[in-house]
């Protein structure tokens, strides 16, 4: 739908959602882009999220690449996205994987699905355009909870410079890093980020299943 699409906003949609099922704390697990929202979440909300696990996050403004930048233009994105938004969705997603062999046909088919659904490429040119990441990395030093960075050597979409810088920046923050492992280690280093991962919610008892 219409709307806003900036980590804030998403933030506070994921907020309103636990309130109606009544959690009150709570670990949050987010990927790529999900972990600006993740850590917007945890800023509008410290004394509620326990805890932080971030794969490959997108979550600097440096991390922003000139086609985002362009497209926030008015007239220019709309151009943009409509000459190159859904050419070839499963040949962009081989650039995320240390091995594209490894790529399950069943996300494919999911990915390729999701871009034909009506408002979609709307919708991705609102997010582009909202990510005002800038402001919202400024904040990352105030964040209380601890977090976990889960990170692919390999990523070419979210470099793993970008992962120790926010590493540096966030106060509680530890690093673990998958070699032979691009955007997904869930997928590309399921066991390993996995056992990581189990191993830092156990931590608490407020851990969303």
Same mark, same amino acid.
Do not use: R
């Given at each position: 739908p219409a709307g806003d699409y900036s980590p804030t906003a998403q933030a506070k949609l994921v907020a309103a959602l636990l309130d109606k099922l009544e959690i009150k704390r709570f670990a949050v697990v987010a990927h790529s882009w999900g972990s600006a929202v993740g850590l917007a979440l945890a800023l509008? $909300?410290?004394d509620r999220v326990t805890r932080l696990a971030l794969y490959d996050a997108w979550a600097l403004d440096e991390q922003l690449?000139?086609?985002f930048r362009w497209a926030q233009t008015p007239g220019l994105g709309e151009l943009l996205l409509a000459?190159?938004?859904d050419q070839h969705p499963v040949d962009r997603m081989t650039h995320a994987f240390y091995d594209p062999a490894v790529i399950p046909q069943a996300l494919a088919?999911?990915?390729t699905r999701a871009l034909k659904r009506p408002?979609?490429?709307r919708a991705a040119l609102a997010a582009i355009r909202s990510q005002n990441l800038a402001a919202q990395q400024q904040h990352y030093k105030d964040v209380t909870a601890p977090v976990l960075l889960l990170w692919?050597?390999?990523d070419h979409v979210a470099a793993l410079h970008h992962g120790r810088k926010l590493q540096s920046l966030?106060? $509680?923050a530890q690093l673990r890093v998958y070699q032979q492992c691009g955007h997904f280690p869930m997928?590309?280093?399921?066991t390993a980020s996995g056992s990581d991962l189990r191993r830092f919610l156990a931590q608490d008892r407020a851990v969303i299943r």
């Open positions: 509008q $909300h410290p690449p000139p086609f000459l190159y938004y088919d999911a990915v408002g979609t490429k692919g050597a390999q966030l106060p $509680h997928i590309e280093a399921a």
